[in-house]
């Protein structure tokens, strides 16, 4: 478990969102990559440095102003190793030591000759920013009642192990992170195309206290069994669905699940790949958002 003295800990415990910024959290060491060279080696569907492009369409739309950088946070502390232990396991962050490791989980094999510091800089740093954004963005949610981390949502990756281009399970880490403060029941709503396998495996014996809504393609990766068993609501569709009817199945599971459980938290996962990301929660508390990942809180 992580120590109560660490600088992250500590800013973790501390924080409070500052009455002029909003509860949005970007940084520029969110985006990932090594200057284009790894999409000719190994070219990847997922873009790593979408994250800077989300941030500057929000600059560039109709709420520029609200949006000014002025008003967003980054990260206040970032997650050691011995943080995350909150929610991975000592041989799996032991493993992310090696670079063939990190390559199978981010699915670009040829970071593999990188050595490990070239990989870290690249991928594992990035993604841990991330992660510890998703941290800050969940405290925020339950001060300001909504929050934004304009990163994150790496639903593959849980205690004992990564995939997908997911190293750390961010959001396991923020809801344990806030259990350990008082938090009493979150629910997790994952938008993304994929299966979020990773933190249904995390939570699959804590259903009493974090339900899961998970509207996936069944059709695609990952197809794990077994993490179905982490669902309060398994709500699979097929590739192709119309707008209207993925609208209504959203609505209708949503309707659903907040009628079976009342959390003090809501981790929405509004995911990298999609089928449509239109749906706009309208019930009261606190929110979390991930845009390519949101947090609610009530």
């Given at each position: 478990m992580a120590t109560p003295s660490s600088a992250f800990i500590t800013a973790f415990r501390q924080f409070q969102l500052p009455?002029?910024?909003?509860?949005?959290?970007?940084?520029?060491?969110?985006?990932?990559?090594?200057?284009?060279?790894?999409?000719?080696?190994?070219?990847?569907?997922f873009d790593a440095t979408k994250y800077r492009g989300v941030f500057k369409h929000l600059r560039a739309g109709p709420l520029a102003s609200a949006f000014a950088p002025a008003r967003i946070m980054a990260p206040p502390?970032?997650?050691?190793?011995?943080?995350?232990?909150?929610?991975h396991s000592e041989e799996y962050l032991r493993s992310l030591k090696s670079s063939t490791t990190v390559a199978h989980i981010a699915e670009v094999i040829?970071?593999?000759?990188?050595?490990?510091?070239?990989?870290?800089?690249?991928?594992v740093t990035p993604q841990r920013t991330m992660t510890s954004g998703t941290a800050f963005a969940a405290k925020a949610a339950m001060q300001a009642g909504w929050a934004i981390n304009v990163g994150g949502g790496f639903h593959h990756a849980s205690c004992n192990e990564g995939?997908?281009?997911?190293?750390?399970?961010?959001?396991?880490?923020?809801?344990?992170?806030?259990?350990r403060e008082g938090l009493q029941r979150a629910m997790i709503v994952d938008l993304d195309a994929h299966q979020g396998n990773g933190h249904e495996n995390d939570f699959a014996q804590d259903k009493d206290r974090v339900y899961i809504l998970d509207v996936y393609n069944?059709?695609?990766?990952p197809g794990d069994r077994k993490a179905k068993s982490g669902m309060s609501l398994n709500v699979p569709v097929s590739s192709g669905i119309a707008d209207a009817e993925y609208l209504q199945t959203?609505?209708?599971?949503?309707?659903?699940a907040l009628a079976q459980f009342?959390?003090?938290?809501?981790?929405?996962?509004?995911?990298?790949?999609?089928?449509?990301?239109?749906?706009?929660?309208?019930?009261?508390?606190?929110?979390?958002?991930?845009?390519?990942s949101p947090v609610h809180s009530f």
């Open positions: 009455a002029a910024m909003l509860p949005v959290f970007y940084s520029e060491a969110y985006n990932m990559g090594f200057g284009g060279i790894e999409k000719v080696l190994s070219p990847h569907p502390a970032v997650a050691s190793d011995q943080d995350l232990l909150i929610a040829t970071l593999a000759v990188l050595p490990i510091f070239m990989v870290n800089y690249g991928i995939g997908g281009f997911c190293i750390f399970a961010d959001i396991s880490f923020a809801i344990k992170l806030l259990m069944r059709d695609i990766y959203v609505n209708e599971s949503l309707d659903q009342s959390p003090d938290l809501i981790v929405y996962n509004a995911g990298t790949a999609f089928t449509a990301q239109r749906h706009v929660f309208q019930q009261a508390g606190n929110f979390l958002s991930f845009l390519t």
